[in-house]
């Protein structure tokens, strides 16, 4: 069935085909802004296993059975800087230092326990594709230290290190601001782009002396921990001012007691104050500071003061690392047109992060442990040590929320004629919240979880308390997509509704004003006195009259 009688005749003109109109590229004229831009990014943490055989040293009596491995590492380089085109892999190195508890074959004279420091070297290789121009900044931690007694004279360890990584590629954004000679209508929004002021490592000279808790004279030191807290810090137009303490944790043998020819353990807690002041030139607004420490340095040792009394000395250089942040508040070209000319232009999407700032909570924790150790019971709680194992931050209405697990290990003393040292380890979960305005839930969080304070009582010879105060400081990253405004070109001058004068125009609902003057080859503002509107706002059905 055909229909040729019925159709008019304009309808018979065949149709053209589509054609590329023709385009030209603005060569001269143009008006682009550079700003630099850091994209801060942290990189899925990498895990190193190491296996090493350690030996008791001939000075120090058989092993019988250890009672505690722990200790911490350290990076040769934290900072890499720029790796070399094509490069694929990161080359890590660095050290372990081990502090091991046992209990020997037969009673020592000099201590019930017997220490053992060790340092074990690693070099490995993290395959890892880093781009051009980007560097890093590297942390490390031990995850886990399984061991087993090979003879009386050796042992075997094997470690889980974990190292993690913050990733910082500067890169240089051309943004579009207009033409020379030429009237752009532009739409703007604006952004805030985080760079990296300044990045500074600081050390600070610690000489502290403390006294020994009142009781026997200190032989020697078995096991020391030492950490590192920040409790504020506050940047000004010239230094950055970092308050914290460090946490001491000492082991040590004293002089037995009367009626007594084996030496008592006891412990000691000390919180060494310090204030740093680190002198910086930065200019703009800052959005934020990044602090890490480096407390390899850092020991204690038994020596005597000028009066002769016996003291522990907290010695060494603490390294602190600065991270300075800031924002440029940058309006952007999100969109632009031409009222008599065809203008043509592409958009790429970039992204980076923005810093935010940080946010510390605190929280009390109290755990109940069961002593399940063969029939012991406990009649002295020698010594204490906890270490966080694990974190994760996220949001909970307008709170940021820490959860992860402690890593609490005690050394006992039973009770009972023949009494026994024996360790005790529990993982405890905890849960650090703080509250925190204006957060719209896609921010990302860094988190650093530190013990302010741990101690341990016992309840009944089966029932252990342990109390610990933690810290968690969350650095909040919001990740800040935005478009960029390339290739601005001139098209074929023959844009839809070029020759209308005057219209009539029903609103949808997906109509802006921006849209609608951009379609017509008119202004906003035009639109917006023409028809007495007071804001932006339109609706779907409202009615507009267009006049160009």
């Known amino acids: 069935m055909t229909y040729e009688k019925e159709i008019p005749d304009f309808a018979l003109v065949p ?20 700003v630099q831009v850091t994209n801060i990014t942290e990189l899925p943490k990498t895990t190193i296993t190491i296996e090493e055989d350690i030996l008791v040293p001939d000075t120090k009596p058989d092993l019988h059975q250890i009672l505690i491995i722990d200790g911490k590492c350290h990076l040769a380089n934290r900072q890499i800087q720029q790796l070399p085109e094509n490069e694929d892999s990161i ?6 230092e081990l502090q091991t508890l046992y209990i020997p074959e037969k009673k020592d004279a000099q201590s019930p326990v017997i220490p053992i420091q060790s340092r ?11 781009p051009k121009g980007a560097s890093l900044l590297l942390s490390c931690f031990i995850d886990k230290i399984d061991y087993m007694v090979v003879n009386e004279r050796k042992f075997r360890v094997k470690i ?42 600081d050390t600070l000279n610690i000489k502290e002396d403390f006294v020994p808790i009142s009781g026997p004279s200190p032989r020697n030191i078995l096991k020391q921990n030492i950490s590192v807290v920040e409790n504020y810090k506050q940047t000004t137009a010239d230094k950055v001012v970092i308050n914290g303490f460090i946490y001491v944790n000492l082991l040590y043998a004293a002089d037995s007691t009367e009626g007594s020819s084996c030496p008592e353990l006891l412990q000691h807690q000390e919180r060494v104050e310090f204030t740093q002041f680190i002198p910086i030139q930065q200019s703009g607004r800052q959005c934020g500071v990044s602090v890490t420490f480096d407390d390899w340095d850092l020991k204690v040792k038994l020596t005597q003061d000028s ?8 010695e060494g250089e603490l390294v602190t690392m600065v991270d300075l942040y800031k924002n440029n508040e940058k309006e952007i070209v999100v969109d632009a047109y031409h009222r008599k000319k065809d203008f043509v232009c592409n958009f790429e999407n970039e992204k980076c992060k923005t810093i935010l700032g940080t946010s510390t909570g605190e929280s009390s924790l109290r755990e109940i442990i069961s002593i399940d150790e063969g029939g012991l019971e406990v009649e002295k709680i020698l010594y204490q040590t906890a270490m966080a194992v694990t974190a994760e931050s996220k949001q909970e209405q307008n709170k940021i929320v820490t959860e992860g697990s402690i890593l609490v290990r005690l050394i006992c003393l039973s009770t009972g004629d023949e009494a026994q040292i024996f360790a005790v380890s529990e993982v405890i979960p905890y849960r650090v919240s703080s509250s925190t305005a204006g957060l719209s839930g896609d921010e990302e969080f860094s988190q650093i979880i530190s013990l302010k304070d741990l101690w341990a009582e016992k309840i009944n010879p089966k029932q252990l308390e342990v ?37 009539i125009y029903i609103c949808r609902d997906e109509d802006s004003l921006w849209d609608i003057a951009k379609k017509f080859k008119t202004t906003a503002a035009s639109i917006m006195e023409i028809n007495d509107l007071d804001t932006e706002e339109i609706c779907a059905g409202q009615k507009l009259l267009i006049i160009k």
């Open 15 to 34: 149709a053209k085909e589509a054609g590329s109109s023709a385009v030209t590229p603005i060569t001269q004229g143009a008006i682009f802004s550079p």
């Open 467 to 503: 109390n610990i105060c933690i810290l968690s400081c969350n650095e909040i990253i919001k990740p800040t997509p935005f478009k960029v405004l390339t290739n601005p070109a001139f098209g074929a001058d023959c844009p839809e509704n070029h020759n209308l004068s005057m219209v």
């Open 120 to 130: 074990v070297s690693f070099r490995e290789q993290w395959h890892k594709a880093v």
């Open 91 to 96: 080359n890590l190195s660095g050290e372990l």
């Open 160 to 201: 889980q290190l974990s190292i993690k990584a913050r990733q910082f590629t500067d890169s240089k954004i051309d943004f579009f601001e207009g033409l020379a000679g030429d009237e752009l209508q532009l739409l703007k929004e604006t952004v805030n782009i985080s760079s990296v002021a300044m990045q500074k490592k």
């Open 307 to 314: 009066e002769g009394q016996d003291v522990f000395r907290l």
